[in-house]
């Protein structure tokens, strides 16, 4: 998982580079102890999850793992609220009860019927 996870971001940031160079987006005017903050950001928003989510996907299996990470969106909406203080909109609310009542009913395991199972 960790050397997965680093190809991949080294992947995801020539690429960035890349595209930010053509299209002139790419800047490096701020100051210097931004540096230390991109770096925490990149390592706990993008290679720390990542690296877990893959070792995750390992022990659970690649479904339960895609199936598990679909919750990632509700967690940010409610980490945003109980931290950040964010309102939540009723649409907000709602997009995150439907997204773990999928969760939900992806993880009901249906059962055979014994007549079938005789079979």
């Not at 930010?20 to 701020?30: E, I, K, P, Q, V």
């Not at 877990?52 to 479904?63: D, E, Q």
């Amino acid at each position: 998982p960790l050397a997965l996870a680093a190809l991949v971001c080294t992947g995801a940031c020539l690429s960035f580079t890349v595209g930010g160079t053509a299209t002139g987006g790419l800047s490096f005017a701020f100051a210097a102890h931004a540096w230390w903050l991109l770096a925490g950001i990149a390592l706990v928003s993008t290679v720390v999850p990542l690296a877990a989510f893959l070792a995750g996907a390992n022990r659970i299996g690649p479904s339960n793992a895609a199936i598990v990470s679909t919750v990632e969106p509700v967690v940010t909406l409610g980490l945003a609220f109980a931290l950040l203080g964010d309102r939540l909109a009723p649409i907000q609310l709602a997009g995150g009860a439907l997204v773990l009542a999928a969760v939900l009913v992806l993880q009901v395991r249906l059962r055979p019927r014994p007549e079938a199972a005789a079979i």
